[in-house]
């Protein structure tokens, strides 16, 4: 499976070693190249340096007919703009974007965008550690990307 | 009419005074404090200092009762994201989004967002009129960007050299009306035969527009190679 992941942080380098790991064929683009640092030295993947909301510059990273895309940069709004070129300009197959505005990543969902929100995450994960209920938003956020892709990947995989 | 604009750059805040300066009712929502305080010393209380990408500050400046909502900013992302929620979120019936980067204009337009304005687009129609192209040249917009008036410069590669306009097969949506030769401006009747120099102007729906191209002007040397 070819990935293509937008954003370099923790996240970006953690979910890119894993899918190297497990054998897969991942390009990974950050605008700081120092941000690679975060990479592993022998990670086996490749790592593009620019601009992931730039279309020319996730055509050169490969985006085209790629099987999987996560846009997960610090800012939402970029994250929702690659998502969208991902999906709709380069036919990306299974695109997910890291919201972390809960507003933002409810909005996004009801348009058909698999999103997931680390805010509503942790607030669902504090409130059930503290035995309270837990949030249905941040339920229906993550259950999109489960129902819709999560098995597929992992089958994929 | 009830505007609400996003971003108060320059763009955002000569937009604002001009908008005022025609009755209408505005407001200008700018993130930056300090950037909010300057603008709103000479606009006054209709500047508001909140974040137009997020819900809750776009509800309280009033998106729910705009009729346009136009983003502004400097950044593409966030003039998308504004217009999409403007769109999806308050029901706005109109949203006018900034691009700096001219390849996302298209892609904004597909995306939802009604008009798409570049500085960049422009700057390039501008500059790419004086010299020979091997695409259309995109002069005007109408009905938000569904018909546009473009310009084909007839080279001597072009199929259309030495046909008359009524041979040539037209798509619908597709009216060619005039064309500049020598400096001269002409109306082309049936009988008008189309020589290397002439720039003919059409009218054409944007989703007709590859099929005038290759009429007119022919196959891109770039699709040509792929090809």
């Known amino acids: 499976m070819r990935a293509i992941i937008v954003g370099c942080g923790r996240t970006g380098a953690g979910i890119a070693e894993a899918l190297v790991g497990s054998g897969h064929e991942v390009t990974i683009i950050d605008v700081s190249s120092t941000a690679f640092r975060r990479l592993r030295p022998d990670f086996a993947g490749s790592a593009i340096r620019g601009d992931g909301t730039d279309g020319d510059v996730l055509r050169r990273a490969g985006a085209q007919g790629a099987d999987l895309f996560f846009a997960l940069t610090e800012g939402d709004n970029r994250n929702v703009l690659a998502a969208q070129l991902a999906r709709d300009v380069f036919a990306v197959k299974r695109v997910v974007a890291k919201i972390n505005d809960p507003v933002r990543a409810e909005a996004y969902t009801s348009l058909g965008l698999n999103c997931i929100c680390r805010t509503a995450m942790m607030v669902d994960a504090l409130k059930r550690f503290l035995g309270m209920e837990g949030d249905p938003h941040a339920q229906r956020v993550w259950e999109t990307i489960g129902e819709r892709d999560k098995a597929k990947v992992t089958e994929a995989s | 009419m009830f505007i609400m604009v996003v971003g108060a750059g320059r763009v955002g805040y000569y937009l604002t005074k001009e908008l005022l300066a025609s009755g209408h009712e505005v407001v200008l929502i700018e993130k930056d404090p300090g ?4 603008v709103s010393a000479d606009l006054g209380s209709i500047v ?4 137009g990408c997020e819900g809750r500050d776009l509800e309280s400046a009033g998106a729910n009762r705009a009729d346009i909502v136009v983003a502004v900013t400097g950044d593409d992302e966030d003039n998308l994201v ?7 979120h308050f029901n706005v019936p109109r949203t006018i989004a900034r691009v700096d980067n001219p390849k996302n204009g298209e ?5 939802g967002v009604s008009d798409v304005i570049s500085a960049t687009r422009n700057a390039l129609a501008a500059i790419e009129q004086d010299i020979p192209v091997h695409e259309l040249l995109h002069l005007a917009q109408l009905q938000h960007g569904d018909i546009e008036v473009v310009e084909a410069q007839i080279t001597e590669d072009s199929p259309a050299v030495g046909q008359f306009a009524r041979q040539l097969s ?8 005039a064309l500049i030769r020598n400096d001269v401006l ?3 009747r049936s009988d008008t035969m189309l020589q290397p120099g002439d720039k003919v102007v059409a009218l ?9 191209q290759r ?4 196959e891109s040397p770039v699709e040509a190679v792929e090809a």
Do not use: Y
């Open chain 2, 35 to 38: 950037r909010a305080a300057q």
């Open chain 2, 107 to 111: 892609l904004f337009r597909e995306l």
């Open chain 2, 82 to 88: 504004i217009c999409q929620m403007a769109k999806h």
């Open chain 2, 48 to 51: 508001i200092n909140r974040d």
């Open chain 2, 204 to 212: 054409s729906r944007t989703d007709t527009q590859d099929d005038v």
């Open chain 2, 215 to 218: 009429l007119l002007i022919g």
């Open chain 2, 186 to 188: 002409e109306v082309i």
């Open chain 2, 170 to 177: 037209l798509p619908d949506g597709c009216i060619i009306f």
